[in-house]
């Protein structure tokens, strides 16, 4: 068995990254531990129960002066870096039961592209528009990262434009290809993202990615950037198309809301909800999605507030690319990929599935 003192986070992030492994946990009083589809194991190998002061060493390990002062400050923080010419990885250190402890998530360097995602053709059309605003939700940790730095990917070697990311912390770095690429992490480039959002319009971008939709003002600027001649990407933490219209109304005062979905009418493209469903045979987990395009009746429909109409029209809207997650599931559960037990766990409406299924 190892000693513990011998240990370092990237050699423990290198064992995860060849088991593809989604985390590596470190806390006191534990041995190192993984994610791996969705569940928590033991980490391949023979390692030592890691004391208060193991664990101390590993994470202010992966900190600077700067950083270290912060998280005895506040008790957390988020902070990326790369492992070799392995991976990136986005840690989330904290404190629990008074000591050090860390989430770090393991993000392979190469972008994975949308056919080898199994993503539906429709997200390669959605990279064509110059303008407007598109939305990757889901809860954390399904893949929403992922799917957008393929989209931006599809932008880079196609359009010889200024794309410009705005992220907390850095997670996928983008090499120029056809596109001119700035990428922003808050702590290190700017101090934060209300004072990067009010420049990023002065650095004539064509494309702007925000990594998180957090507040009000952040929604504004996306909105504006997208009435204004730019293609915005953002994400939610919201599980569907509904729930994400439903929640940025809300972010705003009522008497706002009507002129809010007049603005959301007119620079919204799509919404993407999804999620990471575990594979029947075991290996790996694969992505299911709903997808929202805003056809002209769509907009429509979110002009006049009638939000509870764009199920209907997703579930009628193949023509134009759309589907409900239900519909997703079925076709999953139908080719074999996912069993009909996992997709009851993560349908919309149950009994709609159910009947799905039995059709």
């Known amino acids: 068995m190892r000693d513990a003192a011998s240990i370092t986070m990237h050699e423990l992030i290198e064992v995860g990254f060849d088991i593809v492994?989604?985390?590596?946990?470190?806390?006191?009083?534990?041995?190192?531990?993984?994610?791996?589809?969705?569940?928590?194991?033991?980490?391949?190998g023979e390692w030592p129960v890691l004391s208060a002061d193991d664990a101390h060493r590993l994470i202010y390990s992966l900190m600077n002066e700067k950083q270290a002062r912060k998280f005895d400050e506040h008790s957390e923080m988020d902070l990326a870096f790369q492992v070799?010419?392995?991976?990136r990885v986005r840690a989330n250190l904290y404190r629990q039961r008074g000591g050090c402890a860390c989430v770090c998530r393991v993000i392979p360097l190469q972008i994975r592209g949308l056919e080898e995602l199994g993503l539906p053709p429709v997200l390669k059309e959605l990279t064509k528009h110059r303008l407007g605003l598109i939305l990757v939700t889901g809860p954390t940790g399904c893949g929403k990262t992922t799917t957008l730095a393929a989209l931006i990917d599809i932008i880079n070697q196609n359009r010889p434009c200024h794309i410009v990311t705005i992220e907390d912390p850095l997670e996928i770095v983008h090499q120029d290809k056809q596109a001119y690429i700035s990428q922003r992490e808050?702590?290190?480039?700017?101090?934060?993202?209300?004072?990067?959002?009010?420049?990023?319009?002065?650095?004539?971008?064509?494309v702007i990615l925000i990594g998180e939709m957090r507040d009000v003002d952040t929604m504004n600027v996306a909105m504006q950037a997208g009435e204004t001649g730019h293609l915005v990407f953002s994400t939610v933490h919201t599980a569907s198309?509904?729930?994400?219209?439903?929640?940025v109304v809300n972010m705003f005062p009522p008497h706002e809301r009507e002129h809010l979905c007049l603005r959301l009418a007119g620079s919204l493209r799509a919404i993407i909800a999804q999620k990471l469903v575990p594979r029947v045979d075991g290996n790996g987990r694969v992505v299911v999605q709903e997808i929202l395009i805003c056809t002209p009746t769509v907009s429509k429909a979110i002009e006049d507030g009638h939000f509870g109409d764009l199920y209907h029209m997703m579930n009628e809207g193949a023509f134009w690319g759309m589907q409900t997650m239900n519909q997703a599931l079925a076709r999953y559960v139908k080719a074999g990929v996912i069993s009909e037990e996992v997709a009851l766990n993560y349908a919309g409406t149950v009994s709609e599935l159910k009947q799905m299924l039995r059709r």
């Open 21 to 44: 492994a989604s985390d590596v946990l470190v806390k006191a009083n534990c041995k190192p531990m993984m994610k791996q589809h969705a569940r928590v194991a033991d980490l391949p």
């Open 84 to 87: 070799k010419d392995k991976c």
């Open 186 to 206: 808050i702590g290190i480039d700017t101090d934060d993202f209300q004072p990067a959002l009010r420049a990023v319009v002065r650095e004539a971008p064509d």
């Open 241 to 247: 198309a509904y729930e994400t219209l439903d929640r």
